[in-house]
Structures are given as C-alpha cells and as structure tokens.
Nanobody, 124 residues
C-alpha cells in the first residue's frame, strides 16, 4: 500500500523560501507520476506541479512556474517542492499525490494516493 508523508511546511514571510518533502513508501514507483497539489481555505484543491518518477520530466501550474521546482531523489524515495519568492496567495495546505501512470496529469481525480498535507502560510 502506497504511503505518502509530507513535511517541511511552516510560516514564512513574503519573498521567502520553503522546501517541502514527500517520503513515499509501499512499492516501487518506477512507472509513477508524483505531484503536489494545494488547497486554500474555501477553495478547491488545485494542481501545483508534477514529475515523472522514471524520466524526471516536469509540469507546472502557470501560477508557480519560475518560482517552484519539483524534484525527486530515487535513492531516498522522496519528492521535493522547492518554493521560492513566496507570496501570500501561496498560503494553503500542500498535498503530495501519486498516480500509477507516468503521464503528468493535473486533475485531482487522476491521482489515487494522497498524503495528509502540510500547512504553508506566507505572511505579507
């Protein structure tokens, strides 16, 4: 059974940086796509970034392109989200997700496995 555990969230001032981690376990992820989503209060969960576990190819939401970087460490079975130039509108609970196909889709329903989420708060 796939388990995803996020960490690294916290409170940061606007313009600052944070790095989120997602430790994955329960199977091999060679044919998986891994992604980060976020959900702000009163809003729907939205796609942030995705990465193919095998090839390392990436996809980003327009709102974070150029500021966020998704990466993975195969040896540690961990996915990262480096977030720079943070803005108050980036405030949300960030979720790690996995799907058992390498296609980098952006829909919530495309991902079968989810972590518990980690809070990111950006103050102005």
């Amino acid at each position: 059974q796939v388990q995803l555990v996020e960490s690294g969230g916290g409170l940061v001032q606007a313009g600052g940086s944070l790095r989120l981690s997602c430790a994955a376990s329960g199977r091999t992820f060679a044919n998986y796509a891994m992604a980060w989503f976020r959900q702000a209060p009163g809003k729907e969960r939205e796609f942030v970034a995705a990465i193919s576990w095998s090839s390392g190819s990436t996809n980003y939401a327009g709102s974070v392109k150029g500021r966020f970087t998704i990466s993975r460490d195969k040896a540690k079975n961990t996915v990262y989200l480096q977030m720079n130039s943070l803005k108050p509108e980036d405030t949300a609970v960030y979720y790690c997700a996995a799907r058992d196909r390498p296609t980098l889709l952006t829909l919530v329903l495309s991902y079968q496995n989810w972590g518990q989420g980690t809070q990111v708060t950006v103050s102005s």
